[in-house]
């Protein structure tokens, strides 16, 4: 019987009603970070042109854009490394990135212009690559993503001085030399872009990635695609060598990698709007350039589609309904279905929260889900969300709400409202806070540790946490032997006074502040309590 009385002290079954609760969509462009229309942004070499702060935040705070495209040049460095002074301006870039609260994709180049050279060597390259790397490491957490860049006019592949315009195995395997620099370069929780699927069938794999392999930080999992010349001719002015085969090809890779890009030139009916929304859902398009091509950006005002697009960029996140029990208490129980009715899925690691909010204290817990946000795929079906999860040993009864947070997964941002997402739904955004809420509340009510064949019932004990005493209401509490142990069994010393009949006062002014179990035992009956003391 005491060995039985022992393995029930460690054991609490909670049966709870549960509360059903069915959320309403919500219509309209929301921001969100690494998602949406983006500005374009450059500097020259020659003359650098700072990032505004100002216009950033204008441009997050009024249109919704969280992202923008940072070009850097690097014509005058054909020749030379990246002087100090310009690597400098790069991090107060980025710094200004981050205070704005956006962020940014990143792209460098040696040359827009056609006339002229097109880019450095590659052991040039290299260099220039080794030198921006702390750069990019050390502000990984503003950037959404990097393209491979460097090579051709405006870093996007084709006109090269070095790298073979019509490339052969050996000016593919310089290309991949590129890649592969650039990939150790970046945080390995971060992705490259390349400007076409033909580069990465080529120099990695014809087979694309699938549920196992993504997301794995293996080179070939962190290579997504762009395309900057979308919807400009029946390939793409060159994007696509064989549609019959990379059609399907980026349709599957782009569940896993980021996609993304500009139109170039307009070419009705191709550039209009029925083709541009088909295309960018069916290769989960994350972003669009709103700069270029104005002709056909005015051709998707016009057309009635630009607000299609600019809701559905990325990912698009919305609560249908939850079930949540009433009460709990050790365990809690989530039930939540949604959509995500963008285009796309995050790209980048980002951990799902529970946060639980007392609501006389505001104290908060958080507990993190184990599912991944990035395989919550762009779909017309509904995503289960259901796990049971283990609440924080430090937790106090109480009314808590509940709320859903989706923090950026950097500790510098992970605070930071704008950083974090924002379900599309109506009444549940904390813009203060970067919570969704849940619209519930919960009862956390840690009921008896312990059950006997005689259950002591009808006691309370008040206030949790404890400051200098708790007290303990039992009718003939004098009948009843109560002890204090510590969380490994040991029995705590503690001195308690009994003011009547049926309340005892035991000091807790001397304990470490930590959770503590109180036990109340006769010789009929016994039961444990677990309470928490906070100076």
């Given at each position: 019987m005491?060995?039985?009385?022992?393995?029930?002290?460690?054991?609490?079954?909670?049966?709870?009603?549960?509360?059903?609760?069915?959320?309403?969509a919500?219509?309209?462009?929301?921001?969100n970070?690494?998602?949406?229309?983006?500005?374009?942004?450059?500097?020259?070499?020659?003359?650098?042109?700072?990032l505004?702060?100002?216009?950033?935040?204008?441009?997050?705070?009024?249109?919704?854009?969280?992202?923008?495209?940072?070009?850097?040049?690097?014509?005058?460095?054909?020749?030379?490394?990246?002087?100090?002074?310009y690597l400098?301006?790069?991090?107060?870039?980025?710094?200004?990135?981050?205070?704005?609260?956006?962020?940014?994709?990143?792209r460098?180049?040696?040359?827009?212009?056609?006339?002229?050279?097109?880019?450095?060597?590659?052991?040039?390259?290299?260099?220039?690559?080794?030198?921006?790397?702390?750069?990019?490491?050390?502000?990984?957490?503003?950037?959404?993503?990097?393209?491979?860049?460097?090579?051709?006019?405006?870093?996007?592949?084709?006109?090269?001085?070095?790298?073979?315009?019509?490339?052969?195995?050996n000016?593919?395997?310089?290309?991949?030399?590129?890649?592969?620099?650039?990939?150790?370069?970046?945080?390995?929780?971060?992705?490259?872009?390349?400007?076409?699927?033909?580069?990465?069938?080529?120099?990695?794999?014809?087979?694309?990635?699938?549920?196992?392999?993504?997301?794995?930080?293996?080179?070939?999992?962190?290579?997504?695609?762009?395309?900057?010349?979308?919807?400009?001719?029946p390939?793409?002015?060159?994007?696509?060598?064989?549609?019959?085969?990379?059609?399907?090809?980026?349709?599957?890779?782009?569940?896993?990698?980021?996609?993304?890009?500009?139109?170039?030139?307009?070419?009705?009916?191709?550039?209009?709007?029925?083709?541009?929304?088909?295309?960018?859902?069916?290769?989960?398009?994350?972003?669009?350039?709103?700069?270029?091509?104005?002709?056909?950006?005015?051709?998707?005002?016009?057309?009635?589609?630009?607000?299609?697009?600019?809701?559905?960029?990325?990912?698009?996140?919305?609560?249908?309904?939850?079930?949540?029990?009433?009460?709990v208490?050790?365990?809690?129980?989530?039930d939540?279905?949604?959509?995500?009715?963008?285009f796309?899925?995050?790209?980048?690691?980002?951990?799902?929260?529970?946060?639980?909010?007392?609501?006389?204290?505001?104290?908060?817990?958080?507990?993190?889900?184990?599912?991944?946000?990035?395989t919550?795929l762009?779909?017309?079906?509904?995503?289960?969300?259901?796990e049971?999860?283990?609440?924080?040993n430090?937790?106090?009864?109480?009314?808590?709400?509940?709320?859903?947070?989706l923090?950026?997964?950097?500790?510098?941002?992970?605070?930071?409202?704008?950083?974090?997402?924002?379900?599309?739904?109506?009444n549940?955004?904390?813009?203060?806070?970067?919570?969704?809420?849940?619209?519930?509340?919960?009862?956390?009510?840690?009921?008896?540790?312990?059950?006997?064949?005689?259950?002591?019932?009808?006691?309370?004990?008040?206030?949790?946490?404890?400051?200098?005493?708790?007290?303990?209401?039992?009718?003939?509490?004098?009948?009843?032997?109560?002890?204090?142990?510590?969380?490994?069994?040991?029995?705590?010393?503690t001195?308690?006074?009994?003011?009547?009949?049926?309340?005892?006062?035991?000091?807790?002014?001397?304990?470490?502040?930590?959770?503590?179990?109180?036990?109340?035992?006769?010789?009929?009956a016994?039961?444990?309590?677990?309470?928490?003391?906070?100076?």
């Open positions: 005491k060995n039985a009385l022992l393995l029930l002290f460690f054991i609490h079954f909670s049966y709870s009603q549960t509360t059903t609760i069915n959320y309403t919500l219509s309209g462009n929301i921001s970070p690494e998602r949406g229309i983006y500005h374009h942004t450059e500097t020259q070499s020659s003359s650098y042109s700072s505004s702060v100002s216009q950033l935040e204008n441009w997050r705070e009024n249109d919704n854009i969280t992202l923008i495209l940072r070009l850097f040049y690097l014509k005058d460095f054909i020749n030379s490394p990246i002087p100090q002074s400098n301006n790069m991090q107060a870039d980025f710094d200004k990135i981050r205070q704005a609260g956006v962020k940014c994709i990143v460098f180049a040696y040359s827009n212009n056609t006339n002229g050279a097109y880019d450095a060597s590659k052991a040039q390259m290299l260099t220039h690559i080794s030198q921006v790397t702390p750069y990019l490491k050390n502000n990984s957490d503003v950037i959404a993503v990097v393209q491979a860049g460097f090579i051709g006019v405006w870093g996007e592949w084709y006109y090269t001085d070095h790298f073979g315009m019509q490339p052969n195995n000016d593919y395997n310089n290309r991949k030399e590129i890649v592969e620099a650039l990939l150790d370069a970046v945080s390995t929780d971060r992705m490259v872009q390349l400007r076409t699927p033909k580069f990465k069938r080529t120099m990695y794999s014809t087979n694309a990635l699938t549920d196992s392999d993504s997301f794995d930080e293996t080179n070939i999992s962190r290579l997504g695609h762009h395309n900057d010349c979308f919807l400009a001719s390939d793409d002015l060159g994007t696509y060598d064989d549609q019959n085969i990379e059609y399907p090809y980026l349709s599957q890779e782009t569940n896993y990698t980021p996609m993304g890009g500009e139109t170039c030139e307009r070419n009705l009916p191709r550039s209009g709007c029925s083709t541009a929304v088909d295309e960018m859902k069916q290769f989960h398009w994350s972003y669009l350039n709103t700069d270029y091509h104005p002709n056909v950006m005015n051709d998707f005002t016009n057309g009635g589609c630009l607000e299609t697009i600019t809701n559905s960029l990325g990912y698009r996140l919305e609560l249908k309904s939850g079930s949540f029990p009433e009460t208490s050790n365990n809690l129980n989530i939540i279905n949604l959509y995500n009715k963008g796309a899925s995050l790209y980048n690691p980002r951990t799902a929260y529970i946060v639980l909010r007392n609501n006389s204290t505001n104290d908060e817990y958080r507990v993190a889900l184990t599912t991944d946000p990035r919550w762009a779909s017309d079906s509904e995503f289960n969300l259901n049971t999860l283990v609440l924080p430090t937790i106090i009864d109480g009314d808590y709400k509940l709320f859903l947070h923090p950026d997964a950097e500790a510098v941002l992970s605070t930071r409202p704008e950083y974090a997402v924002r379900f599309a739904n109506e549940t955004w904390e813009s203060n806070t970067g919570y969704n809420d849940l619209k519930t509340t919960i009862t956390v009510n840690n009921a008896p540790l312990a059950i006997s064949d005689h259950e002591i019932k009808d006691f309370k004990i008040y206030p949790i946490p404890a400051n200098d005493s708790v007290i303990v209401k039992l009718n003939d509490i004098n009948e009843y032997n109560i002890s204090l142990y510590n969380t490994i069994g040991q029995i705590v010393k001195t308690s006074v009994t003011e009547s009949n049926n309340t005892l006062r035991l000091h807790t002014d001397h304990l470490d502040n930590g959770i503590y179990i109180l036990k109340i035992e006769n010789d009929t016994k039961t444990s309590k677990k309470i928490v003391v906070n100076h």
